[in-house]
């Protein structure tokens, strides 16, 4: 019985670490999309590609498995989703910025917030003895 817990555990860690990778890939996923859309200049693409992709990240993270620094993270997440994305739409369908720097705040709060969840794998202490 004991070999089953210990080996709860490593799934644990391993779970966690996962979870971490898959948070800095979403951190640099931004980074570089943000690269791609200056240098080609798809707005609408770019926005359309953040919603679809953030779409199940964030129905993952609805489920509060490492606490609240996660939560803070999906959070800052949808923030910076708005922004971002309403910049992009906005200047597609109407021409116009939501306000000065709107697009370039929203990436930096969509990679804090993957940068969050990132961290609230590290700081769980769920499933720890």
Known sequence: MMKLKNFGAKM??????LFFIGALC???GVVLSAIAAHRTGG????????L?????????LSHRRFGNVQVVGAWT?????????GDLVARA???IRLFPM???????FLIGGWLLVALSALLSRRGSA
Not at 12 to 17: G, I, M, T, V
Not at 102 to 108: E, I, L
Request: charged residues 10%; proline residues 4%.
């Open 12 to 17: 644990e860690k391993s779970e966690r670490l």
């Open 26 to 28: 979403g951190a640099v």
């Open 43 to 50: 707005d609408l693409g770019t926005a359309a590609s953040f």
């Open 52 to 60: 679809l992709i953030h779409a199940p990240a964030l129905l993952i």
């Open 77 to 85: 997440i949808v923030i910076g989703l708005a922004l971002f994305c």
């Open 93 to 95: 369908f109407l021409g």
């Open 102 to 108: 709107a697009a370039p705040a929203g990436g930096v």
